[in-house]
């Protein structure tokens, strides 16, 4: 009788009861957690063990923090999944903690000899041809024994035959010996054969596992891709079948509503509390957002409190597990308000898109308005010309002398121009499907010469609208320019598809541009599993940092890139304190077609000091949609939720806002807000023609890559294949990338064997340390972050690099 073999849970590593944060209202409660495979989980009880889990996070990308004694974190990038744990003692945190990161070992190297097996893939199919090569000489052997055993049997048996003829004595001896000969020579043929034989059995037999295996790896491949095809077909299909529809109905309404129009009075005030030009969201107190609030809001002018606003709340990092335990969730929902440009002249068409799709509608006023009541205390002004930022960023000495300036250092304009080299993108792509982006060997064919730390530098080009916006009183208004800013980072993805280097663990960037752009940043990657990095920038009256990290998948057709990152800017003369947290990115085409970039998503960028918030809406491109591509709208609101700013305009070309200044009636239900003149708070500076070949760069990202004296061993200037690719070297570049990442990879590899070592053996082990960055607890969200030392820029000022690690040299 069969045996029945069941599937068993393997041992957990460790289990035991954990206080965990749930939220403010029951603060830690006692549950049950389990160590198992790399997996995190809890229970209620060690009963529900048998039944669905609470929850479970990944140690694979996981950071590990100790706050206190007896309190630790477990932070996972990847899904901003963050446990805040507490043991009963210090002795049982230390155990918690030594098994966790032991955990973490162990799943990681399990991860990376899984994709060690899919990457030998191409090994594979080189060993195949030669194992082939191999078998076909053994099979040419084969038939030669064959040959040479049928030509010997035959003249063994022609021996034997004239041998029973003879019946001389003498004449059988010598036949005899004849005989013998030919058995001999017949006995070693038939060796040799058996020998081939064995030999070919064995080989056959060794590769026979890697051949089923590398079979059943392209037959998921082609299986994948048959899919993909089958989906864009029915894709293409589908969209043709919709537009050729929305075309027949378009041309349709627009003979029914041109015969409408025409016939009525064209005034446009007829039409200026249903038709909005365009729609923002934002989220805030439904109670809150109507008519009479607004009209009272109006009537107050006083000013605003110099002193801080607690904002109450838990920290953005801490999540509940029993939804009816939250807090602060009841009345809030997401109100919608639309934005309506008022003329008084006459039109000859209505765009009747808009029609009752708002929740408010705004009017905007125009210069006719009473200035009095109209005028804001500090109008935003026109950001820096194109001349001024021109001159700043190439060093213009009788540009700056002209402005009042000094001379400035000369910087270079041009680089060498991109290679026009192919890539098969097919044999590429079909063996990185449903993999972390960041675990792939890309060639530099995908990439442009600048690492992630000088491409997230490259958001600073205009910085000048923090330099006004610290000077701006008003908290609301600071707000606005704040958001136009927080906009600038999306503009050259419009037609930069490059890929940035990934930044090698402990590599550096610093940008010095105190002179000509009032402000200078330092980066570091500070970690490697999972990759992040920290950058700090300080400007004129303004600070900012942040810890960067993406989670990025390849679903076949596109690429999604998920930002990890919390940015945090304070000024100084307020003390307003703002965070934010970046939107999604998607690459479309990645197999057929031209690439493009789409952001999308909802920003939300928070005044911890005054309780001030901005919501901006990245509007996602559809085919069937009558906006403006790239669309972004946005409203600042307060504290108290009620709408002061609303700001429109496109990620890649210009950012405007209008002053909420009154509110009066209502139509049918929906508080019109009136507003002042929209004024420009950002608008884009496009490099000229020549810059497209030259990886769609602008002029202070040509800038960023240009060699300095002084830098530390490891900036990202002196990174040898980045250079190469620069130089367009692309060949040596490749051999040079690969070099470098697989010292990086046996680095790592020999820092998991210590730390796991260490663990076994109860030992203390000191994991890898940022050099100019310390790992401390944020204030504002509770997670571990990475803070700047200060210490950076002291040791260029001495060129003391002793701290920094030679990663550079493949050897």
Same mark, same amino acid.
């Given at each position: ?49 048998? *039944? ?5 996070? &990944? ?102 035959? !004239? ?62 891709? !048959?899919?993909?095809? !089958? ?92 939804? &009816? ?52 205390? &500090? ?74 730390? *000088? ?59 105190? *002179? ?171 490099? &000229? ?18 060699? !300095? ?34 010292? *990086? ?67």
């Amino acid at each position: 009788m069969a045996e029945v073999v069941r599937y068993q849970q393997p041992d957990p590593e460790m289990k035991g009861w954990l206080q965990k944060w749930t939220n403010y209202l029951k603060g830690y409660q006692k549950r049950w957690f389990v160590l198992s495979n790399g997996l995190l989980s809890y229970y209620r009880n060690p009963m529900e063990m048998s *039944q669905s889990c609470r929850g479970t996070i &990944s140690l694979v990308s996981a950071v590990i923090h100790t706050e206190d004694s007896c309190n630790f974190v477990i932070a996972n990038g990847g899904t901003t999944q963050t446990f805040h744990l507490r043991a009963t003692n210090e002795i049982e945190r230390q155990k918690w903690v030594t098994a966790l990161e032991l955990a973490k070992v162990r799943a990681i190297r399990q991860l990376d000899s899984e994709e060690d097996d899919d990457y030998d893939m191409n090994s594979d199919k080189n060993e195949l041809q030669t194992v082939l090569k191999c078998l076909s000489t053994k099979l040419e052997t084969l038939h030669t024994c064959h040959d040479v055993i049928i030509k010997h049997g035959s003249a063994l048996q022609r021996s034997l035959i !004239e041998l029973e003829q003879l019946d001389n004595p003498n004449d059988a001896i010598n036949k005899s010996k004849t005989v013998n000969e030919r058995a001999t020579l017949f006995r070693i043929t038939s060796s040799a054969m058996i020998n081939a034989s064995a030999e070919y059995l064995t080989l056959a037999q060794t590769h026979a596992k890697k051949w089923q295996k590398l079979l059943q790896h392209e037959h998921e491949s082609r299986l994948r891709l !048959e899919e993909l095809v !089958e989906q864009l077909a029915k894709q293409h299909s589908h969209l043709e079948q919709k537009a050729i529809k929305q075309q027949v109905q378009q041309n349709s309404n627009s003979t029914n509503a041109n015969s409408t129009i025409n016939s009525d009075d064209d005034e446009f005030y007829d039409a200026e509390e249903t038709n909005a030009d365009f729609i923002v969201t934002f989220p805030g107190k439904a109670h809150r957002i109507s008519s009479v609030s607004m009209a009272q809001s109006s009537a107050k002018h006083t000013k605003q409190s110099s002193s801080s606003a607690s904002v109450g709340g838990p920290p953005l990092g801490r999540n509940s597990d029993e939804s &009816s335990g939250s807090e602060g969730s009841e009345g809030y929902e997401e109100s919608a308000a639309g934005v309506i440009t008022r003329k008084k002249t006459r039109q000859k068409s209505l765009n009747l898109k808009d029609l009752n799709a708002s929740n408010i509608i705004t009017k905007v006023v125009n210069e006719s308005t009473d200035a009095d009541s109209t005028k804001s205390s &500090s109008t935003p002004t026109t950001p820096l010309s194109a001349t001024d930022r021109v001159s700043a960023l190439t060093g213009d000495a009788d540009a700056g002398i002209a402005s009042g300036g000094v001379g400035q250092r000369s910087r270079r304009t041009t680089i060498p121009e991109r290679p026009n080299q192919s890539l098969n993108l097919w044999s590429f792509m079909k063996n990185c499907i449903g993999k972390e982006l960041t675990k792939v060997p890309m060639p530099v064919n995908f990439n442009e010469p600048l690492s992630m730390l *000088q491409r997230l530098t490259e958001d600073y080009e205009y910085a000048d609208i923090l330099h006004k916006a610290s000077k701006v009183k008003d908290s609301c208004e600071q707000l606005a320019y704040i958001a136009a800013f927080s906009v600038t980072s999306y503009a050259t993805t419009s037609n930069r598809t490059g890929k940035p280097f990934n930044p090698l663990l402990g590599e550096t960037y610093e940008c010095d541009r105190s *002179q000509d752009l009032g402000w200078k940043c330092f980066s570091e990657q500070v970690s490697h599993h999972p990759p992040a990095l920290a950058s700090y920038c300080e400007g004129r009256g303004w600070t900012c940092w942040r810890e960067f990290s993406i989670s990025s998948k390849f679903r076949g057709k596109y690429l999604q890139i998920t930002p990890q990152d919390i940015t945090h800017l304070e000024f100084e003369s307020s003390g307003n304190h703002y965070t934010w947290k970046k939107v999604t990115t998607t690459v479309h085409n990645i197999i057929v077609g031209k690439l493009w970039v789409d952001n999308h998503g909802d920003l939300t960028i928070t005044n911890h000091t005054t309780g001030d918030k901005c919501h901006l809406k990245f509007i996602p491109y559809s085919y069937f949609s009558r906006d403006v591509p790239r669309k972004v709208t946005g409203v600042v609101v307060d504290r108290e939720g009620t709408p002061k700013w609303v700001l429109q305009g496109t990620w890649d070309n210009k950012v405007e806002a209008a002053k909420v200044i009154n509110s009066h009636g209502s139509a049918k239900g929906k508080p019109i807000l009136e507003t002042a003149t929209p004024k420009i708070l950002w608008k884009r500076l496009y490099p &000229s023609c020549e810059y497209e070949r030259m990886y769609n760069m602008t002029l202070l990202a040509v800038q960023l890559n240009e060699p !300095e004296s002084g830098v530390a061993p490891t900036d990202s200037r002196v990174r040898p294949d980045q250079r190469l690719m620069e130089e367009g070297k692309w060949d040596e570049a490749n051999a040079v990338k690969a070099a470098l990442e697989e010292k *990086q990879r046996t680095v790592r590899r020999n820092r998991e064997e210590e730390a796991e070592r260490a663990a076994a053996e109860g030992r203390p082990y000191m994991p890898y340390e940022p050099i100019w960055f310390s790992k401390k607890k944020d204030p504002i969200t509770g997670n571990p972050v990475h803070i700047y030392t200060g210490e950076y820029w002291r040791s260029k000022e001495r060129q003391d690099w002793s701290k920094c690690p030679q990663i550079f040299s493949a050897d």
